[in-house]
Structure formats: structure tokens, C-alpha cells
């Protein structure tokens, strides 16, 4: 079932992409590019958007930093002069490093929570009112399946997804009556920019461009979460709602850590 209105035709839409300079964002961008939509990428690095706006005729580059909610609203407000605003707005901006709790460390912790989650409410809080008074638009967040239950390594990136993936059912339940679409995209592992840290087996791993479709899907489908690959995530999944004991001994095995 539906839980959003479907996004049937793409030509003309306009789509606001934060975190778009490089990975699954750019590829996203791309996708709806190529299916005719008025795409607008954002990200810190201003060559990384002008090399998309170069290769995407007709896409505008708005850059900013998550973490600065002024330059978030400045972006937008760029955005509505330009495009007249966002049909969908997509809140893929994040920041990831492998972290274990006996190497604890503060400002590792608070780096991931001003850019993975108080970047994603600077976007809301820019572009919630437009879509409210319009009464339409989709706001779809960048979550992960690193957001279901505690997983090793992801000490400061874990609970922020954790975070998205409440903040988006929260989202959903005070939005959808006033006609807004509200999303979360939690995928497995990607090969991007982000992962390639990663020193540790990646099961499942997919490309950027295999992302972009799979949430693309998603959108015309209506779907609330998105996951994917599904090979992966719904055996994640079925342990979501495990009884703890058995829970950490299968990610103990699973990951040898
Ligand atoms: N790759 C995976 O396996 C995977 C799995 C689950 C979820 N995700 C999520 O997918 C999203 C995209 O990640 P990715 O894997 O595609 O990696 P990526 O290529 O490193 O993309 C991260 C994007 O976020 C932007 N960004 C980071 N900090 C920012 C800031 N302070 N302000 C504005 N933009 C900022 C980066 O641009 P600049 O550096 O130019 O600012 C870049 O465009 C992230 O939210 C990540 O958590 C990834």
C-alpha cells in the first residue's frame, strides 16, 4: 500500500538535493536529471556541484554547510528565487567514521549529530513552511540501516540514524493529513566516497548509480521506508525485534567484533 502520493511523472519536478557533490546524493540527482526533472544539488564543495551543473544542463548548484542553519536558509531562499521552490527535497548530507566505544571521543560524537542530524532539521525547518502553506511536497530523509539496533564501529554514526528513522515516523504522523509525502531511505552499503574507509568485509555492496534507482523507485512508489538491497536488509530486519541475547550473539558472529 501507498503510504505517500505516488510520483508518477518526474518531467518538470522540481527536486532540491542536499549532499549531492559525490555518492548516492549525485547519483540521485542524476537519476531525476536524466528523467527530466529541475534538479538543484547542494554540498560544501563548490566543484563538485559545478561539475554536476556542467554535466547536467539546466540544474543550478546551491552550496552550503548542514551545519550552518543560515547558509541552509540563504541556499533556500536562493532556491525559491531560481526554481520557485522544492516538489521533493531530499536530505542526504551526512558524515560517517568508524568509531568503537574504547576510543570514545566527544568531538567525533558531536560532528555526527551537528551534520547527520542537526543538518537534517536545518533543511526542515527551511523548507517545512513552503510545503505546509503549499500543502504538497515530498521531504524524504537520508537514513541507514545502521539506524535499526546498535551495530559495532558505528558509535557516533549509529544513533544519529537511529534518530532520523523516529524523527521521520514522527514526521509522517503530523504531516501526511496536510498532504505532504514523508520518507526514509535506508540503505545497506553503498560504494561511495563515505564506506571506502571501511576496512571491514561489506556484504551486499552496491553502487551509487544501483542506489539511485532503488530510491528512485521508491518515490514513484509511495513507499514510507525504502530499503535496499533487500537481500540484506530484511534479514537486518527480522533481527530488528530480536530478544537482546540472541540479538548481540548474531551480530557478534556475524561481524567477528
Ligand atoms: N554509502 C553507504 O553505504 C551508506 C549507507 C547508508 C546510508 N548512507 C548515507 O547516505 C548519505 C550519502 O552518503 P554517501 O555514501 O553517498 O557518501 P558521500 O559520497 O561521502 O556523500 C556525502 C555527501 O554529504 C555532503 N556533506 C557532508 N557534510 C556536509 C555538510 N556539513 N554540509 C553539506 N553537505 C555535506 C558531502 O558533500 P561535501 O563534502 O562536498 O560537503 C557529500 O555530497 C549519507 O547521509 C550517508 O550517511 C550511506
Not at 207 to 212: F, G, H, K, L, R
Request: aromatic content about 8%; hydrophobic content about 45%.
Amino acid at each position: 500500500m501507498a503510504l505517500n502520493p505516488r510520483i508518477d511523472d518526474w518531467n518538470g519536478r522540481r527536486v532540491w538535493i542536499v549532499g549531492a557533490s559525490s555518492g548516492i546524493g549525485r547519483a540521485t540527482a542524476a537519476a531525476l536529471h536524466a528523467r527530466g526533472a529541475r534538479v538543484a544539488v547542494s554540498a560544501r564543495t563548490q566543484g563538485g556541484l559545478d561539475a554536476f551543473v556542467s554535466e547536467h544542463p539546466g540544474s543550478i548548484a546551491l552550496p552550503l554547510d548542514v551545519t550552518d542553519a543560515a547558509s541552509v536558509q540563504g541556499a533556500c531562499a536562493q532556491l525559491r528565487t531560481t526554481m520557485g521552490g522544492a516538489d521533493l527535497v531530499f536530505a542526504c548530507a551526512g558524515h560517517y567514521q568508524p568509531l568503537r566505544a574504547t576510543a570514545f571521543s566527544l568531538p567525533l560524537m558531536r560532528r555526527h549529530v551537528e551534520v547527520n542530524y542537526l543538518g537534517v532539521l536545518h533543511v526542515i525547518d527551511a523548507v517545512l513552511p513552503d510545503m505546509l502553506a503549499a500543502g504538497r511536497g515530498h521531504l524524504s530523509l537520508m537514513g541507514s540501516v545502521a539506524g535499526y539496533r546498535g551495530l559495532p564501529q558505528a558509535l557516533a554514526y549509529g544513533p544519529t540514524k537511529a534518530a532520523l528513522n523516529n524523527l521521520a515516523e514522527v514526521l509522517y504522523l503530523d504531516l501526511h493529513d496536510h498532504g505532504l509525502g514523508i520518507s526514509i531511505v535506508n540503505p545497506g552499503f553503498v560504494d561511495t566516497p563515505l564506506t571506502a574507509q571501511n576496512r571491514f568485509h561489506m556484504p551486499a555492496l552496491m553502487t551509487s548509480e544501483q542506489a539511485a534507482l532503488e530510491i528512485v523507485r521508491g518515490w514513484q512508489a509511495g513507499q514510507f521506508e525504502i530499503h535496499f538491497p533487500r537481500r540484506f536488509t530484511l534479514g537486518l530486519k527480522t533481527l530488528q525485534s530480536a530478544w537482546h541475547g540472541l540479538y548481540f550473539a548474531a551480530i557478534r558472529r556475524a561481524t567477528g567484533l
